[in-house]
């Protein structure tokens, strides 16, 4: 299965705050793609839901620093 989130992320000010925080997400199992847009303060994220939740990603982007400010 294959699912896609956007999800609010503060606390990013520069292009290697993006890469800090996709290189985070892309580590997770079961993440099939992710692109985080600075601009938006967001990241789309494909995962499949059987193997990583939001729960984890929530804890991924709060592991290197940043905010998790919810689901869109
Ligand atoms: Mo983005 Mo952080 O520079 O030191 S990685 S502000």
Do not use: Q
């Not at 992320?9 to 793609?33: Q, S, Y």
């Not at 939001?54 to 998790?68: N, Q």
């Amino acid at each position: 299965e294959r699912r896609d989130a956007v999800i609010k992320i503060g606390g990013m000010t520069c292009a290697m705050c993006v890469k800090t925080v996709e290189n985070a997400i892309r580590e997770l199992p079961g993440v099939l793609d992710v692109s985080v847009n600075l601009a938006t303060e967001s990241a789309r994220v494909s995962y499949n839901p059987a193997l990583v939740t939001i729960e984890d990603i929530k804890g991924a982007v709060e592991g290197v620093g940043y905010e998790f400010l919810g689901v869109e």
